[in-house]
């Protein structure tokens, strides 16, 4: 059974900093990437960035360039988002997810076959 959990969530001034991490366990070698994806109140969820499996290629949505970045510990089973310069912008549920889609970098939501629970991230003075 695949099971993604986020950690690391909370409230944090505009500025500030906040590391996501997601636990992945039972993950099959037919997903391809594991990714973050947020909702904002009232929005749609969108891709805010994926971590291919194979060769580690990233890819970030325009919006968090330069402000975020993807890693992962592969003993650890753990794929983190490191959040730096956050605006109120960024505020909403992160989610975990995983894809099996060919197109390895994706970050349209409905590509992903697997999500956490989610978290709530805050930006807010």
């Known amino acids: 059974q695949v099971q993604l959990v986020e950690s690391g969530g909370g409230l944090v001034q505009p500025g500030g900093s906040l590391r996501l991490s997601c636990v992945a366990s039972?993950?099959?070698?037919?997903?391809?990437?594991v990714g973050w994806l947020r909702q904002a109140p009232g929005k749609e969820s969108e891709g805010v960035s994926c971590?291919?499996?194979?060769?580690?290629?990233?890819s970030y949505t325009d919006s968090v360039k330069g402000r975020f970045t993807i890693s992962r510990n592969n003993a650890k089973n753990t794929v983190y988002l490191q959040m730096d310069s956050l605006k109120p912008e960024d505020t909403g549920v992160y989610y975990c997810a995983a894809h099996k889609d060919h197109r390895v970098e994706t970050l349209i939501p409905a590509d992903f076959a697997t999500w956490g629970q989610g978290i709530q991230v805050t930006v807010s003075s």
């Open positions: 039972g993950l099959t070698s037919d997903y391809i990437a």
């Open positions: 971590l291919s499996n194979s060769d580690g290629g990233t």
